[in-house]
């Protein structure tokens, strides 16, 4: 679990770098042209999942009010859409990705004992596949 977790640090680091000073809203920023794209897809229990490109939030909250215009942007819509992470992990297989790893995360916050306590559980699937 470690290993992917680096894996796609390293992925997130090197795609950075050529976005520097580049601004704009979209969902897919243009990371270069290597042989494979990479997304992870982001499951949570009662929340669904979303797929996340390395977008930032604005980008992703105007996504809701508009239309997709790119293939990155229609698998978003879609997986958002869809209420398991199995559905999602199908559909995304119809598309071409495939999953090379996958990691669990949990948070959690409390009160004292007349207080509340939450727990923040997801599923993170590194998936890849190849550009056009």
Known sequence: MRL???????????????ALGQQGTSIAPQLGSGQYEYVLLVATKGSGAILDFGQSREAE?????????????????AVRKLDHAVLALNYLSSRGWE?????????????????????????????RRRRP
């Open 99 to 127: 999953c090379l790893g996958l990691s669990s995360r949990q948070q959690s916050s409390g009160s004292t004992s007349s207080g509340s306590f939450s727990i923040y559980s997801a599923t993170e699937y590194l998936l």
């Open 4 to 18: 992917v977790r680096r894996v796609f640090i390293c992925l997130a680091v090197a795609s950075a770098f050529p």
């Open 61 to 77: 909250k105007d996504l809701e009010k508009r239309a997709p215009t790119t293939e990155q942007e229609v698998d978003a819509q």
